[in-house]
C-alpha cells in the first residue's frame, strides 16, 4: 500500500503529485513518455524502459472487483479491531490493477466482476497533517 509515508508532501515521497492529484479528486498514476507504458503505483522510473521521463496521466474511477478477500485479523498499523470486518480487493481499472478497501460492502454481498467506484478518503496520521487514501465502494446500481 501507497499510505505509509507519514507525510505526503514532496520533501518526503517523490509521487507526492500522486496525493495532490487525489486531494484534488483526482486519481493519477504516472505514464512514461518514452515507451507508454502505464504504471501502478506511480514510479519515479520507468520500470519497463528505466526512462525517467515519466508524466501523471489520470486513471477511471470507476472499475470492477477482480477479486476480494475479507480481513478479519492481521490488521496493519493503524487499524484496531473494530475496523474489522472489511474488505479488500483487486479493482480492475482497464488501465492497471490496483488493491484497495472496499467500503460499504460486506463480503457476502459482492461478486467478482461488480462495478465499483472511488471513493477518496482522509486517513487519521502519526501527524496532524492531513493525508488522503483511496478506497473504493460499490457503485450505486442504475435502475434499468
Ligand atoms: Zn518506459
Do not use: W
Not at 123 to 132: A, F, N, Q, Y
Amino acid at each position: 500500500m501507497l499510505d505509509f509515508y507519514e507525510l505526503q508532501t514532496d520533501e518526503h515521497t517523490q509521487i507526492a503529485e500522486f496525493y495532490e492529484n487525489l486531494d484534488d479528486d483526482r486519481l493519477t498514476t504516472t505514464q512514461c513518455t518514452d515507451c507508454g507504458e502505464i504504471h501502478f503505483p506511480p514510479r519515479i522510473v520507468c520500470p519497463e524502459c528505466t526512462s525517467d521521463d515519466l508524466e501523471y496521466v489520470n486513471l477511471p474511477h470507476e472499475g470492477e472487483l477482480f477479486a476480494f478477500s475479507e480481513v478479519r485479523g492481521g490488521l496493519p498499523l493503524g487499524l484496531s479491531e473494530h475496523d474489522v470486518p472489511y474488505v479488500v480487493a483487486a479493482v480492475d481499472l482497464g488501465p492497471v490493477m490496483l488493491s484497495a478497501r472496499i467500503d460499504d460492502a460486506a463480503y457476502d454481498d459482492l461478486e467478482i466482476g461488480d462495478p465499483v467506484s472511488l471513493k477518496i478518503v482522509e486517513i487519521d496520521g502519526p501527524t496532524d497533517h492531513e493525508r488522503v487514501f483511496y478506497r473504493f465502494e460499490p457503485k450505486e446500481e442504475s435502475s434499468a
